[in-house]
């Protein structure tokens, strides 16, 4: 059996923003790079208790 290749675009844009920011990325770069208003990073990060949780 072989792996395919993940794309980007198949990865959950909720989660690969998360990943970026525990990377270090700030929330306004994070939107540019995933085409996401800052607004909804911000509710995701809020709801999603990203600074509460380890990477």
């Known amino acids: 059996m ?5 794309d980007s675009s198949d990865v ?3 989660r ?3 990943d970026l920011y525990w990377q270090g ?3 306004a770069r ?3 790079l ?3 208003k ?3 990073l911000y509710s995701w990060k ?9 990477p």
Do not use: M, N
């Open 2 to 6: 072989t792996a395919l290749p993940i």
């Open 12 to 14: 959950d844009p909720r």
């Open 16 to 18: 690969r923003a998360r």
């Open 25 to 27: 990325y700030r929330i």
């Open 30 to 32: 994070i939107a540019e």
């Open 34 to 36: 995933l085409g996401v």
């Open 38 to 40: 800052p607004a909804t």
């Open 46 to 54: 809020k709801r999603d208790r990203w600074d509460d949780t380890e």
